[in-house]
């Protein structure tokens, strides 16, 4: 069995490409991902450790098949799991919302039991709000991607943001 398991949702198809960079930087024999669209409440059951990701759409709107999936997420039992997020967002034309939905994904894990992992400096990116941010502003509940203004910076974040993921998960 897999020790981690990586739920995404997409319309685009950004966020699974990032999914699959993590998947390729951890190991495929690690790591066993998952479309949220497809995944049920009991597949999180399988995993100690849990990595998610979303894009945040508009203003501040979660991905179309978290938003399906959303009530059963709010039951999932995070208990003595460690998790840590990745959200995509735009920092310039969304700049009030950026990863928002990342941070509500953030919340309710931390809510339902689970041990974070994962924070991200904000330094280098240009935002006005977002869920996002730990209280002190200094860094994103997750890895922060924005394929819209810095895609040239997505290899080397998804790079940095695994080893320290695979540091802090013990992998």
């Not at 020790?3 to 997409?10: A, E, K, P, S």
């Amino acid at each position: 069995m897999s020790q981690v398991g990586l739920f995404y949702g997409t319309d685009t198809g950004n966020t699974e490409r990032v999914a699959d960079m993590i998947k390729d930087k951890i190991g495929s024999d690690i790591v066993e991902v998952h479309d949220i669209a497809t995944a049920s409440a009991d597949d999180f059951a399988k995993y100690d450790k849990i990595i998610l990701g979303q894009p945040t759409w508009y203003y501040g709107e979660l991905q179309s098949s978290w938003d399906d999936f959303w009530d059963e997420f709010k039951e999932v039992d995070f208990t003595d799991k460690t998790f840590a997020c990745f959200g995509l967002g735009d920092q310039a034309d969304y700049a009030e919302y950026f990863l928002d939905a990342m941070g509500m994904m953030h919340d309710i894990a931390l809510e339902n039991g689970g041990i974070p992992a994962g924070y991200w400096s904000t330094d280098g990116y240009e935002f006005d709000e977002s869920k996002a941010v730990t209280e002190d502003g200094e860094f994103f509940v997750g890895l922060a991607i924005d394929e819209d203004q810095q895609p040239e910076m997505t290899a080397e974040r998804v790079d940095q943001w695994v080893d320290q993921v695979k540091e802090e998960m013990s992998l």
